[in-house]
């Protein structure tokens, strides 16, 4: 006869091997699409890069700008409902995808329908974590954020051999079906949908009786306990949209870190999605077979599970804090992509390419761990659809600007010190962030001081 500890071990096992499935047949697919069908849409359309590279960049855009939304509909309908409805909106967006016939079509299905089903499976999948325990977090963290690189090393080339045998259009509708496999795997969360409310309600409780005891009208014999039971037994108030979204703002108020968070979210999904909207085009545009350019996005999804899956070593041992692993991460990518269009072996180009996107695999997971560590559990499911807004907006710029410059300079250099410049100016605002609150602690402590002698000073 199991036990029940080793059955909840067992179920737990079982969700952390789910979650980065359902990852891998969303954002993977997603991730898959951009890079692989790029060349093929500019050569029917008859359009220049920096149109459908803003396409591209809009269902990333959708996908963040749009998570402040889905992150409220997931706590009133429910993380695996919400999940189940947004495996079903990306497959319907890959196979409006293969229907149409005008750029604006495919801002509609690709952009908008896929953007959206992307972004109500992410934002509701995430939350899901904090049925592990702390200690394992960063770890299972790490695993589920595989489920993006694992897509993006199996789905293009899966698509490209697709796309040889029954063209775009029939890859298309063909993925569509494929994608649909994350919604059969997101029926089965509800040990974890179950699990969450449960620690959910039980921190609510928990958080609820020590402030009603912290409060002097509750303090007397008498009441004491009646006190607790009223606080047990009274309605919560119900979550409003706009009650949501006023949290949202409060948020970034009361946690300075966090506002700098959203600030570098922004340079660094410009970089980001400059990067891998564009790499495999590049490599097409400068002399790479299509097997040889498509195994450029696969390379970057090797590189991108291996950063995913030890980003949490040397944080669970100590050798260096979530936060410097962080912009560290940024800072090397920043140099690697001043060097990128200057390769011209292409072993060179893909060692570079694993190395960049095993940077990427590592601060891409942190988003989540430092909104976490900055504003707590409490706040967690309303920062993390708020941090992915100025992502959103970055997305936007990325892909766009990077197709611009090349269809502005007929090269892909400028473009690639473009996303260079937005890298770094991550670290830069996170040492901003430090010298404003050292310089702001000092000024607290001095005035502490001052107003302490002013009392001790004798008459």
Known sequence: MISQLKMKRLKLFLTLMGLPMILMFNIGLSLSFVPVFLVDFITYFQTGSAVIGAVSSLSLTVMCLSAPVTSFLGQRLGCRLTVCIGCCFTSVGFFFSSLVQNPWQLLISHSFITGLGCSLTFTNIIPLLGIFPERHLPTANGIVYCGNGVGVILFPILCKELSYLYGFRGALMIVSGISLNGLVIALLLKFANKELNIKTEMNRKRKSKQLKLENECYLTDDKSED?????????????????????????????????????????????????????????????????????????????????????????????????????????????????????SSKVLLYILTVVIAYNVGVHVPLIPVMVRVFVGDEYFHQAFGTVQVPGGIGCVIGGFAAGWLYDLTNSYNDAFFFMSASYLIVPLIFM????????????RTSENYNALAQQTTPL
């Not at 901003?432 to 000024?443: V, Y």
């Open 227 to 343: 006190a607790l039971d009223d606080l047990e037994t009274r309605p919560q108030p119900k979550v409003t949209i706009f009650g949501s979204l006023k949290g949202q703002l409060l948020i970034c108020y009361m946690f300075p870190r966090f506002a700098g968070l959203l600030i570098a979210n922004f340079f660094l999904s410009v970089g980001y999605v400059g990067f891998i909207v564009h790499m495999v085009a590049n490599a097409t545009y400068n002399g790479f077979s299509d097997s040889e350019a498509a195994l450029i996005a696969s390379v970057y999804g090797v590189g991108s599970i291996t950063g995913r899956l030890t980003h949490g070593i040397p944080i669970r041992y100590n050798w260096i804090s979530t936060y410097h692993l962080f912009w560290l991460s940024c800072l090397l990518d920043c140099f690697l992509m001043l060097g990128y269009p200057f390769c």
């Open 432 to 443: 901003a962030i430090e010298l404003f609150l050292k310089r702001r602690e000092k000024q």
